[in-house]
């Protein structure tokens, strides 16, 4: 209904000045392309599967027993015992565990791939503290042995971002974790960008040592106001070329600004904000700033003292990606608490999530999420499960705005599922079978099932 | 005022618990019906009883219990304390803090001795006893030269006696370099090899004619020559298979004590590491082909290593803020194939051996480094129930958990009053 507002307006407009005086000739209409490199993906080959008699954590809070889910045309069509479908491929997945595939909305696959390599750093356009024009997905190298090995460790959806040297370091892209020879064939149809942000050290410590601006946490904050004081102007030269035009006008239209047009985005809200912060002070400010300009601060990434407003965040409806135990490299990370994503998670209207930035730990989100937990539990937290798994699915995909396509296995969500082959927040728990849209895309006793790249063939 | 709470608050904690070595010593004490891994021959002991006094282990399952104090574990598992080894813990408080910094310098070299840098007050240690490490193997990230320095032994009391042996192994860089050739590391060490070698040689001809004309050995020489002689292991962070083969040669040569680190490649070389004795010591959780010397990084690796007969270590190198996170590592290599036994001793005895201490075991005569969990060690769901080192009972409270109780419990005061 939103939507659709506006365009009525248009129409209403134009016609009315139509209608009292002669319509100036008007030039074609300049519209800005949001989606010049469009998805490509498809879902693999998939047929209606059944899981058969798994412990289900639906990714919602809830946990079934000797629970079905059954996957058709790609969705998720029903999870319930006992459940019945005739044709379906059956899994026997007693004993095992169930849940939607995890998500991790901090990754540098891709842009920071493997093997380390000069001709593959790609992750940081250090040459401006402010390069909201760089897109991360423009050097995503999909064959990242890295994405395998995720995909191995249950890993479904990950959002690419660029690096935190950057006030704003550009555009994330979100990306199934499918094996593909295009960056487009992986890209998720229909979520929306993040913009990278980063808060303190990086950025001041960087440019500061080129004896640039920023060399101090008040250079930070200048910097991104004067971005987003720019950003600002060149959304009203565009919305009055718009208005303009639709009042059936022939306005000169604004230059494109590549840089603006990603910040315009983020002011309409169509872009997603993720900022990597430290610090309880300097998160504060990052919401203040979004307030100052009208847009939502988004999630903030790192956020090693969010427990220390973890009040704040929930009232701003600011998610926080978390690890739980990475500290003491920076002295903005020196006040790690192993507890600190239970402790943003147990306030109301929270979305507490666990990311992992490391080829490695993104692995793992299981694991790293079974630290919290039971650290917290042992502290007076009464963690379940069923709870917990929504820190790497349901919240994620909430961060990333693709909640109503994916992190849950409700019906009708997009049939991202992983079977375990125990309690999945066990150190020896596994990844067996990983689906993505239905369709099985990794397979722990299935050869046939296991992606390699390209890069890994023949080298001995 | 300072000094005054500091001293008072030290007096409490030696009222309440007893935590000061003086008390320890002179207790002896009993934990009964505990489940002992004691990786030795003698594997898991159910319902056994461990003695220990004035730091050491006395007795295991003595015939008639005389202790002054009895802890019963309640069939929980005891284990040795872990060993971490090849991280910088005590010489790196906050990585990009400079002045916090003391495990890197320029000027490295063989005789760098990073143990007169340690901080035992470092908050990394009380950290890392939360997973249950009680002992660690602490080297210098180096500088220039593939010559990184001396690797040292601290116990992780903290206390300022903690450095154990100093000067304990010599540390070498090898293999994938950002300037030049990897060949000019590798001939550097063939060379010091050599030279040091030929010079000995010389040395004690010209001692045999003539005693007077000796020259005091360079302190250079003195190190090289206890690698030489097999006193001092030669400690080597490699990985590509081509410059572990080097080093089985020159093991074979000079019959040195060498000890592989990280090893990416080690697999490919497997049946030659076991003949030639050389241990791996590896990052069971690296399993990325990080760079073109590391294709062979895997997470079945550990496993693999050790049911070949190579002995294995399982540490976590590098950055020392959560070697407390080294219990996981070994779970991840059971989940990967390795061995339960295996992987317990990969974290303790064999650890010991590859690097010469004498704890790691639970043995009459070792050293009372011990540690009770609450279930497994290597799962999640377990925690660290009672630590020991040298009979001391060890505090398992960080700057961590002041930091999250201060924000847990709120009051109508800000934080910093909690």
Same mark, same amino acid.
């Given at each position: 209904?939103?939507?659709?507002?506006?365009?009525?307006?248009?129409?209403?407009?134009?016609?009315?000045?139509?209608?009292?005086?002669?319509?100036?000739?008007?030039?074609?209409?300049?519209?800005?392309?949001?989606?010049?490199y469009?998805?490509?993906?498809?879902?693999?080959?998939?047929?209606?599967?059944l899981?058969?008699?798994?412990?289900?954590?639906?990714?919602?809070?809830?946990r079934?027993?000797?629970?079905?889910?059954?996957i058709?045309?790609?969705? /998720?069509?029903?999870?319930?015992?006992?459940l %019945?479908?005739e044709?379906a491929?059956?899994?026997?997945?007693?004993?095992?565990?169930?849940?939607?595939?995890?998500?991790?909305?901090?990754?540098?696959?891709?842009?920071?791939?493997?093997?380390?390599? $000069?001709?593959?750093?790609?992750?940081?356009?250090?040459?401006?503290?402010?390069?909201?024009?760089v897109?991360?997905?423009?050097?995503?190298?999909?064959?990242?042995?890295?994405?395998?090995?995720?995909?191995?460790?249950?890993i479904?959806?990950?959002?690419?971002?660029?690096?935190?040297?950057?006030?704003?370091?550009?555009?994330?892209?979100?990306?199934?974790?499918?094996?593909?020879?295009t960056m487009?064939?992986?890209?998720f149809?229909?979520?929306?960008?993040?913009?990278?942000?980063?808060?303190? $050290?990086?950025?001041?410590?960087?440019?500061?040592?080129?004896?640039?601006?920023?060399?101090?946490r008040?250079?930070?904050m200048?910097?991104?106001?004067?971005?987003?004081?720019?950003?600002? $102007?060149?959304?009203?030269?565009?919305?009055?070329?718009?208005?303009?035009?639709?009042?059936?006008k022939?306005?000169?239209?604004?230059?494109?600004?590549?840089?603006?047009?990603?910040?315009?985005?983020?002011?309409?809200?169509?872009?997603?904000?993720?900022?990597?912060?430290?610090?309880?002070?300097?998160?504060?400010?990052? /919401?203040?700033l979004?307030?100052?300009?009208?847009?939502?601060?988004?999630?903030?990434?790192h956020? %090693?003292?969010?427990?220390?407003?973890?009040?704040l965040?929930a009232?701003?409806?600011?998610c926080?990606?978390?690890?739980?135990?990475?500290?003491?490299?920076?002295?903005?990370?020196?006040?790690?608490?192993?507890?600190?994503?239970?402790?943003?998670?147990?306030?109301k209207?929270?979305?507490?999530?666990?990311?992992?930035?490391?080829?490695?730990?993104i692995?793992?989100l299981?694991?790293?999420?079974?630290?919290i937990?039971?650290?917290?539990?042992?502290?007076?937290?009464?963690?379940?499960?069923?709870h917990?798994i929504?820190?790497?699915?349901?919240?994620?995909?909430?961060?990333?705005?693709?909640?109503?396509?994916?992190?849950?296995?409700?019906?009708?969500?997009?049939?991202?599922?992983?079977?375990?082959?125990?309690?999945?927040?066990?150190?020896?728990?596994?990844?067996?079978?990983?689906?993505i849209?239905?369709?099985?895309?990794?397979?722990?006793?299935?050869?046939?099932?296991?992606?390699?790249?390209?890069?890994?063939?023949?080298?001995? | 005022?300072?000094?005054?709470?500091?001293?008072?608050?030290?007096?409490?904690?030696?009222?309440?618990?007893?935590?000061?070595?003086?008390? !320890?010593?002179?207790?002896?004490?009993?934990?009964?019906?505990?489940?002992?891994h004691?990786?030795?021959?003698? =594997?898991?002991?159910?319902?056994?009883?461990?003695?220990?006094?004035?730091?050491?282990?006395?007795?295991?399952?003595? #015939?008639?219990?005389?202790?002054d104090?009895?802890?019963?574990?309640?069939?929980?598992?005891?284990t040795? =304390?872990?060993?971490?080894?090849?991280?910088? +813990?005590g010489?790196?408080?906050?990585?990009?803090?400079?002045?916090?910094?003391?495990?890197?310098d320029?000027?490295?070299?063989?005789t760098?001795?990073?143990?007169?840098?340690?901080?035992?007050?470092?908050?990394?240690?009380?950290?890392?006893?939360?997973?249950?490490?009680?002992?660690?193997?602490?080297?210098?990230?180096?500088?220039?030269?593939?010559?990184a320095?001396?690797?040292?032994?601290?116990?992780?009391?903290?206390?300022?006696?903690?450095?154990?042996?100093?000067?304990t192994?010599?540390?070498?860089?090898?293999?994938?370099?950002?300037?030049?050739?990897?060949?000019?590391?590798?001939?550097?060490?063939?060379?010091?090899?050599?030279?040091?070698?030929?010079?000995?040689?010389?040395?004690? @001809?010209?001692?045999?004619?003539? @005693?007077?004309?000796?020259?005091?050995?360079?302190?250079?020489?003195?190190?090289?020559?206890?690698?030489?002689?097999?006193?001092?292991?030669?400690?080597?962070?490699?990985?590509?298979?081509?410059?572990?083969m080097h080093?089985?040669?020159?093991? #074979?040569?000079y019959?040195?004590?060498?000890?592989?680190?990280?090893?990416?490649?080690?697999?490919?070389?497997?049946?030659?590491?076991?003949?030639?004795?050389?241990?791996?010591?590896?990052?069971?959780?690296?399993?990325?082909?990080?760079?073109f010397?590391?294709?062979?990084?895997?997470?079945?690796?550990?496993g693999?290593?050790?049911?070949?007969?190579?002995?294995?270590?399982?540490?976590?190198?590098?950055?020392?803020?959560?070697?407390?996170?080294?219990r996981?590592?070994? =779970?991840?290599?059971?989940?990967? =194939?390795?061995?339960?036994?295996?992987? +317990?001793?990969?974290?303790?005895?064999?650890?010991?051996?590859?690097?010469?201490?004498?704890?790691?075991?639970?043995?009459?005569?070792?050293? !009372?480094?011990?540690?009770?969990?609450?279930?497994?060690?290597?799962?999640?769901s377990?925690?660290?129930? @009672?630590?020991?080192?040298?009979?001391?009972e060890?505090?398992?409270?960080?700057? #961590?958990?002041?930091l999250?109780?201060?924000?847990?419990? @709120?009051?109508? +005061?800000?934080a910093?009053?909690?």
């Amino acid at each position: 209904m939103a939507k659709l507002m506006p365009s009525l307006v248009a129409v209403t407009l134009t016609s009315a000045i139509a209608g009292c005086s002669p319509a100036e000739q008007q030039d074609p209409q300049v519209t800005i392309n949001a989606n010049p490199y469009p998805s490509t993906y498809y879902a693999l080959p998939n047929s209606m599967t059944l899981l058969k008699n798994a412990t289900v954590l639906t990714g919602t809070g809830e946990r079934h027993e000797d629970a079905d889910v059954l996957i058709k045309e790609g969705k /998720i069509s029903a999870v319930g015992q006992q459940l %019945v479908a005739e044709g379906a491929v059956i899994v026997d997945a007693k004993g095992k565990w169930i849940t939607p595939g995890i998500i991790d909305v901090h990754s540098h696959l891709g842009v920071y791939p493997s093997p380390n390599a $000069e001709s593959h750093n790609d992750g940081n356009e250090m040459t401006n503290p402010v390069t909201a024009e760089v897109w991360a997905e423009h050097s995503v190298w999909p064959q990242d042995p890295g994405f395998n090995r995720a995909r191995e460790g249950g890993i479904t959806t990950l959002q690419i971002l660029p690096g935190s040297a950057n006030l704003i370091g550009g555009r994330g892209v979100t990306l199934k974790n499918v094996p593909a020879t295009t960056m487009q064939a992986m890209k998720f149809p229909h979520a929306p960008y993040g913009l990278k942000m980063a808060c303190g $050290e990086n950025p001041k410590n960087l440019y500061g040592s080129r004896n640039e601006l920023p060399m101090t946490r008040m250079g930070n904050m200048a910097g991104y106001r004067t971005a987003f004081i720019q950003a600002t $102007e060149y959304k009203r030269a565009w919305d009055k070329y718009d208005a303009d035009y639709a009042a059936g006008k022939n306005p000169v239209a604004p230059e494109r600004d590549l840089m603006k047009d990603t910040l315009k985005g983020v002011l309409e809200g169509d872009i997603l904000i993720h900022n990597h912060c430290y610090k309880a002070e300097e998160m504060a400010m990052m /919401i203040d700033l979004g307030k100052e300009f009208g847009y939502h601060a988004g999630t903030f990434h790192h956020a %090693v003292e969010a427990y220390k407003i973890a009040d704040l965040l929930a009232e701003n409806g600011n998610c926080a990606a978390m690890w739980p135990d990475w500290w003491g490299f920076k002295l903005e990370a020196y006040d790690m608490v192993l507890e600190n994503v239970a402790m943003v998670d147990a306030i109301k209207n929270s979305c507490a999530v666990v990311h992992s930035d490391s080829g490695v730990t993104i692995q793992r989100l299981n694991q790293e999420t079974a630290k919290i937990m039971h650290a917290a539990n042992d502290n007076g937290f009464e963690l379940t499960e069923q709870h917990v798994i929504g820190w790497i699915t349901a919240n994620a995909a909430k961060s990333l705005g693709i909640s109503d396509k994916t992190g849950s296995l409700e019906a009708g969500k997009n049939a991202d599922v992983v079977i375990w082959n125990t309690n999945p927040f066990s150190v020896y728990a596994q990844a067996e079978k990983v689906f993505i849209d239905g369709a099985k895309v990794y397979d722990r006793q299935d050869p046939a099932y296991q992606a390699q790249s390209d890069f890994m063939l023949g080298q001995q | 005022m300072t000094l005054f709470t500091q001293s008072a608050l030290a007096l409490s904690l030696s009222l309440s618990v007893a935590l000061s070595a003086n008390v !320890a010593q002179a207790e002896s004490l009993a934990i009964i019906n505990a489940t002992v891994h004691t990786a030795t021959e003698s =594997g898991v002991l159910n319902n056994a009883t461990v003695v220990i006094e004035n730091g050491t282990i006395t007795a295991i399952n003595p #015939q008639s219990l005389q202790a002054d104090k009895t802890i019963d574990a309640k069939g929980a598992m005891l284990t040795p =304390g872990f060993i971490a080894a090849m991280n910088d +813990m005590g010489l790196v408080e906050v990585g990009a803090v400079a002045t916090s910094r003391d495990a890197s310098d320029k000027e490295a070299d063989i005789t760098f001795d990073p143990s007169l840098a340690f901080n035992p007050k470092t908050t990394t240690i009380p950290f890392a006893r939360k997973g249950g490490i009680t002992r660690n193997i602490v080297t210098s990230n180096g500088g220039e030269s593939i010559f990184a320095g001396q690797t040292f032994v601290v116990d992780l009391t903290g206390d300022f006696d903690s450095v154990i042996a100093s000067n304990t192994g010599l540390f070498v860089q090898l293999g994938a370099t950002d300037e030049g050739s990897r060949a000019m590391g590798m001939q550097q060490l063939i060379h010091q090899l050599e030279d040091a070698q030929k010079a000995f040689t010389q040395a004690k @001809k010209a001692n045999q004619s003539d @005693k007077d004309d000796s020259d005091e050995p360079s302190r250079e020489d003195s190190i090289i020559s206890a690698v030489l002689a097999g006193e001092k292991p030669l400690i080597v962070a490699v990985d590509r298979a081509s410059d572990i083969m080097h080093l089985i040669k020159l093991k #074979q040569v000079y019959n040195l004590d060498v000890v592989i680190v990280n090893g990416a490649d080690a697999v490919l070389v497997t049946e030659q590491l076991v003949q030639a004795s050389i241990p791996v010591v590896i990052d069971a959780m690296r399993n990325l082909p990080d760079s073109f010397d590391s294709l062979h990084n895997s997470l079945n690796n550990a496993g693999q290593l050790a049911k070949a007969g190579v002995k294995v270590a399982i540490a976590l190198p590098g950055d020392s803020h959560s070697i407390y996170a080294l219990r996981y590592s070994a =779970g991840n290599a059971v989940a990967n =194939g390795m061995d339960y036994n295996t992987a +317990m001793a990969a974290v303790t005895a064999n650890i010991a051996d590859i690097f010469h201490l004498d704890s790691g075991r639970i043995a009459v005569g070792k050293p !009372a480094d011990l540690v009770l969990w609450s279930g497994d060690p290597f799962e999640f769901s377990s925690k660290v129930q @009672k630590m020991w080192i040298a009979g001391e009972e060890q505090s398992l409270q960080s700057r #961590q958990d002041e930091l999250r109780d201060r924000y847990q419990h @709120k009051t109508d +005061m800000p934080a910093a009053y909690r």
